[in-house]
Every structure is written in structure tokens, then in C-alpha cells.
């Protein structure tokens, strides 16, 4: 379900129902390739790089769409993770989706893409991430959403859910 929202709300998937909203426009029906124009990217999980392509031809595939042009083979997990968020940032948006980035990475190569991720948010950029990885991600969330069995079980501040018993059982392995 977390997946399919994102995919969702970049119109890779169709909604069923309800609706998507950007600055007080509705967009649920805008066709995918449009999205990046309107400043809004996923990366997906499992990166989805062109292994026969180099780093820079893979960033240049970020950035097709846009028309103002001047905004791996051999890399390791997190390098490659690295490229594909780097591409997300090609059309410049200003929200960016990322499907798991800590997958299939040792936890070094996690710390850097967090990081990374971290820099991004900071230069302005809104970041919503689907995560398995709860502690990371909490390190630097403004706000979280704890999602079971598709839906909402609980949300609030890092804070908040740090306080909650059950979250730090389940997700955090503390007792």
C-alpha cells in the first residue's frame, strides 16, 4: 500500500478514489510525465539505474522533460542509490518521493544516503520517504506516519511516536 501511494500520487498508478492535491489544485488525473514539469519526483524502490549508461547519462534521464537543460556501470549499492536520488533532483522538485532508499545497503552506506537525503531537505526541498528503516528515518523527520496492514495506525511528531511503547516495541527493538 505505501508503495502504491507513491506511485499514486505521481500518476504512475490510476487513484480509485479520492484526490490528489498540489498548491490547491487538483491533480489526481495529471499524466505522469507532466509531474516532473510541476516539481514532484519518486524515486522507486530498487533504483532502477540504466546499468549501461554512465552516471551522467543516468542524471541527464532525470532531467528529459525539462526544458532549461543546464539545471554505473561499476557502483556499489549506496552509490547507486545516490545517482538515482541525484536524478530524481534533475527536474529540480520540490517534492521528492523515495521508495525505500536504505534497501539491500550496509548500515554505512544507509548513514550516507541519509545524509544525503538530509542535505536535500535542507536546501528546501520537501521529502516524503516509505521506510523500513524507522530509526534513520526518524532522526530527521518532521513528521512521521506509521502505516499497518495499508493503513494509518498512527502518526504524530518523532518525538510523540519515540514515546509511544508500542512503536519503540515493534519498529525501534526497545523494550
Sequence with gaps: GKTTTLRTLTGTVRATGGHVWDNGEEITKTPTYKMSQ???????????????????????????????KALVQQLSGGEQQMVAIARGMMCGPKLLMLDEPSLGLMPKLVEEVFSFVQRINK???TIVIVEQNVNETLKFADYAYIVSEGEIALHGTPQELLKDDEIRRIYLGHS
Excluded at 38 to 66: C, K, T, W
Aim: aromatic share 6%; no cysteine.
Design 38 to 68: 510541476m516539481g514532484i519526483a519518486l524515486v522507486p524502490e530498487g533504483r532502477h539505474l540504466f546499468n549501461q549508461m554512465s552516471v551522467r547519462d543516468n542524471l541527464l534521464m532525470g532531467s528529459y522533460r525539462v526544458k532549461d
Design 123 to 125: 536546501l528546501g526541498t
